[in-house]
């Protein structure tokens, strides 16, 4: 083999190198190139399709972050439309409860009111009657109708007399006399002793005498 015809052989490799570089560098984008390592693509081809799965992985995000967006919106706007309701039973509530303190508050005065217009009537009553208006010093003591009739007072009780005693002073100089309703009495502590009700003693020519 001579230099001419390898010289020849390498012009004649580098010039169909040369056509399969063209062709991959300004090949469409739907072109491969076949070489001696097998298809290649082209340049066009290349970015065009490094293009289309940027574009798809892009969109499908795109989407995912579309749908979190709108689940997002829908739930903000449950959450708001419970706020609401919620507002609305509170409120409601507030308003239900001035009504019936309102209520409890006037039943109250009413029944203040009734009771102060019952207990004037009683005792509108009790004076009319009569009675005593007041007890005070008139244990164990009964209600008795006046002599005119105009009314009541209090008597002492026969079923209750008062206890009379008496004895001797300490010198013997002195009769003594002892009296009392609610104590006990020890009778053999007295000379002489009786049970009676609104009943005086006296002495009268150097002798006791009781007058009733």
Wanted: without cysteine.
């Amino acid at each position: 083999m001579s230099l001419q015809t390898d010289l020849h052989n390498a012009v004649t490799q580098v010039t169909a190198d040369s056509a399969l570089l063209h062709a991959v560098v300004h090949g469409s984008t739907q072109d491969t190139v076949g070489t001696e390592g097998g298809l290649v693509v082209t340049v066009a081809k290349l970015l065009h399709d490094a293009d289309a799965r940027i574009n798809a992985s892009a969109g499908g995000i795109l989407a995912q972050s579309q749908s979190a967006a709108q689940d997002a919106l829908t739930s903000a706007e449950l959450a708001s439309s419970e706020a609401d309701r919620a507002q609305s039973v509170a409120s409601q509530g507030v308003t239900d409860t001035h009504t019936v303190l309102q209520l409890i508050q006037t039943s109250g005065n009413q029944i203040l009111v009734d009771a102060e217009a019952v207990l004037q009537q009683v005792i509108a009553r009790l004076l009319a009657v009569g009675l005593p208006d007041s007890l005070i010093g008139a244990h164990g003591m009964l209600l008795k109708v006046k002599a005119d009739e105009s009314g009541y007072e209090l008597v002492n009780t026969a079923a209750l007399p008062r206890f009379y005693g008496f004895h001797l002073s300490s010198d013997g100089s002195e009769l003594l006399l002892t009296e009392g309703r609610d104590t006990d009495f020890i009778a053999a502590n007295f000379l002489t002793w009786t049970l009676a009700e609104g009943v005086s003693f006296a002495i009268h020519d150097n002798a006791l005498e009781m007058q009733l």
